[in-house]
């Protein structure tokens, strides 16, 4: 397999770093020495959340990251080849967070370069080009290939945004309410309708990617909170009343 660049080589790093930094689950017994209560600790200031971007060649996920991060567009930009990220600092709701956007090539023939860095992944942005529709028809194909690649301990709770990218053009393949429908069938991920050219909803789309994995992160910290653990790992129901 081709080496990645250094700059993905080193973001692979930090990820997993992250993995191991971000939440140190520690279990200690609580002063009845019966129930094990987990501290889920946060170090540093930020949160490093590491969102994916899917979809066929050509549907404009690097020109959404692009103008996302610098603010620019290339009407003439070249594909991508494997994997590329971008970081970008934001705030949502209070909560400071350090954004790893992650752009891959969309061509079958770098298939092989671009599964191997889905592991790892907060939030998975299924794209497509509202003005082609075998990009939407292959929606379900990419989220097959992330869930297998992935390797995502909860498949039924992993967040994805369904962006439909290219707005600004007149020659339309895809209506909005056929994309929504689609997003109903397959678990509610929100839909946005982007376009990467004129900057039409780029930072709501990457805003609602952060909403969606913090909010499946509160949700898992509040089962881990209210459950109990033994020694070995293994959860117990609390019991209703002591003996
Ligand atoms: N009109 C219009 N063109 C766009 C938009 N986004 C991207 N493009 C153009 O579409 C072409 C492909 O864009 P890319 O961002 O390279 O697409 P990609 O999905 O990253 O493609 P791969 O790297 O092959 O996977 C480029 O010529 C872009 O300028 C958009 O919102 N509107």
Redo the contacts with the bound molecule.
Sequence with gaps: MPVPSSEARTSRRRSTDRGRGRRCVQSRPSPQGLVWVEVVRMTGKSLLLKVILL??????????MNRYVTDR????????IGVEFLNRDLEVDGRLVTLQIW?????ERFKSLRTPFYRGADCCLL?F?VNDLHSFQNLGGWKKEFMYYSDVKDPEHFPFVVLG?????DQREVGAEEARAWCEENGCCPYFE?????DTNVTAAFEAAVREVLAAEDQLDHALLSSTIDLHGNRKTPRASCC
């Design positions: 979809g066929d060649g050509g549907v404009g996920k690097s020109s959404l567009f290339d009407s003439q930009s070249f594909h991508t752009d891959t090539a969309g061509q794209t080009a990218n290219k707005v600004d053009m982007t376009s990467a050219k004129d």
